[in-house]
């Protein structure tokens, strides 16, 4: 089970690095960040050696960029015809779903390695908790682990990419938004506490906050790891029932 | 070690396959012929679990493709209709990988790729990148993946589509060395590939088995089979017409070529061929050539193919 749901992360990967593709997004990625941390975040006039200013944008640096990784994972198979010759293979739908989710998953984490001059910078600057960066990095990515799990599925029901990117990026944007100050206080006043309460527990945004801040509660990774497990879950039925279209 | 039972696929109102059951021993190359939409694709489709079949089921070595697939799969390999691959990848590391996926590592997987690198003819496009390659190639490396774990079952759609004709003889010739051995299903529409690698054939239209036989049984069936071909002066055509009246199995003498070939169809294609010889030596016709046909398989793919004349509304 779990070697040939390497091997099968092996192929995909390797088949990110086979185009300028993956330089181009890891480039854009750090640029990206970079602006956003430095000058957006007011990195500077906040005098402060952590990397909130970095952390902050991750959902929404992810909303943009993680569906433009996701788009292709299932389309891309289905569009060329390999599905056929991929799922004929002696493996199981569980494999392939992972494996491929897998490969997605590295590759993000990559890009997001490869923030490490941040870190490198507050270090420099002041004297950082190392602890809470550490967390973060992690968070985030157990972040971006959700996001492409959503989008994994969402590839998995549609055969264009754009449409997969399209509906990706709007329903992780919903995800996102639903837990800023700005929508839960249009709920306020009218809607039940508990209502409330549950729009914010469902939101990417209010669970990652909380680990940016340096509170690892085993509750926000449980919320990101569930995601995952339930949107891999939806990926298996939906490429099992569409995959002979 | 294939077995076919009782497959039906509907896609809401239209039956792409209808009840199609049939066994490949071991040694049989079975062609699988038809027309486009048929039912050849889906049926391969549904053999290879591809495609979930409305009802039925296939067993690969007694391994049911419904209730066992990971054992069946294991079982066969598998070319889909348009050869697809990974246009990204090389050759060698797509044969790796599918290697590994086999269940090959290290030393075994580099000797199983070498042997069908060595079979296949690969060895040039090797290190290239699988959407760099002409067609031709690209079937190749479809086929070169499915035999690659050397399975008892080989399920080969359209093998030679696309290949020009001495690629064709190759992968011909590869299919008829491997088929003592194996249980070989391929899908064409080239009638002259099933008289040269198939040991059997079955006429699919419609989604339903219309046709089982070997290629000779279903040449047989021709309008042709035992026809005579005269080469003759077209002088002669009226005495020769004449002196064939007295044989009364002729069912029509066709004049081809501008009058220098005639053709003779006999009435269900009862042999006529010593009595016309004897004809010709006795009432010195002066033939140029003397051929007997065994008969067109496209006609009788045709004949048992074609949809029937509608009746005009009147």
Partial sequence: MIHNTLVICRRELGGYFATPLAYVFIVIFLVFAGVLTFFVGNFFERGQADLQSFFTFHPWLYLVLVPAVSMRLWSEERKSGTIELFMTLPIRLSEAVLGKFLAAWIFVGIALALTFPFWLTVLFLGDPDNGVILASYVGSWLMAGAILAIGAAISAATKNQIIAFVLTASLVFVLIAAGTPTVLGLFTGWAPEGLIRAIAAASLFGHFTAITRGVLDLRDAYYFVSIMVAFLAANAVLIDLTKAD | ?314
């Avoid at chain 2, 390999?77 to 697809?84: H, I, T, V």
């Avoid at chain 2, 059997?200 to 040449?219: F, S, Y």
């Avoid at chain 2, 004049?255 to 006529?272: C, F, K, M, S």
Wanted: proline share 6%.
């Fill in chain 2, 1 to 314: 070690m294939l077995e076919i039972r009782n497959l039906y696929k509907n896609f809401g109102p239209l039956v792409a396959v209808d009840d199609v059951s049939f066994t490949v021993a071991r040694g049989e190359v079975l062609g699988f012929l038809g027309p486009n939409g048929a039912g050849k694709s889906t049926t391969m489709k549904m053999i290879t679990g591809f495609l979930a079949p409305t009802s039925g089921t296939a067993l690969v070595c007694d391994a049911d493709i419904r209730e066992q697939p990971l054992a069946a799969k294991r079982q066969f390999g598998y070319l889909p209709e348009g050869a697809p691959a990974y246009p990204d990848m090389a050759v060698a590391d797509f044969l790796r990988f599918i290697a590994h996926i086999r269940g090959f590592r290290g030393k075994e997987a580099a000797a199983r790729i070498d042997h069908i690198v060595e079979l296949v003819h690969l060895n040039e496009v090797y290190e290239q990148r699988i959407d760099t390659l002409s067609k031709g190639f690209r079937r190749r490396v479809g086929v070169a993946q499915a035999l690659i774990h050397d399975p008892p079952v080989v399920i080969l759609d359209e093998p030679t589509d696309g290949l020009d004709p001495n690629q064709k003889y190759e992968m011909r010739g590869i299919l008829a060395e491997m088929a003592p051995e194996k249980a070989i299903i391929i899908s064409t529409h080239l009638l002259e590939e099933v008289e040269a690698v198939c040991s059997r054939a079955i006429i699919i239209a419609g989604g339903r088995i219309l046709a089982d036989g070997t290629p000779t049984e279903l040449t047989a069936r021709s309008r042709f089979h035992n026809a005579v071909r005269l080469d003759i002066d077209p002088a002669n055509e009226a005495r020769i017409r004449a002196d064939l009246a007295v044989l009364p199995d002729i069912a029509a003498i066709d004049t081809i070529e501008e009058g220098r070939v005639l053709l003779i169809v006999p009435r269900d294609g009862r042999p006529l061929a010593s009595d016309i010889a004897e004809l010709a030596e006795g009432r010195d016709w002066r033939i140029g050539g003397f051929t007997v046909e065994r008969g067109r398989l496209d006609d009788v793919f045709r004949a048992i193919t074609a949809p029937k004349p509608q009746l005009a509304d009147s």
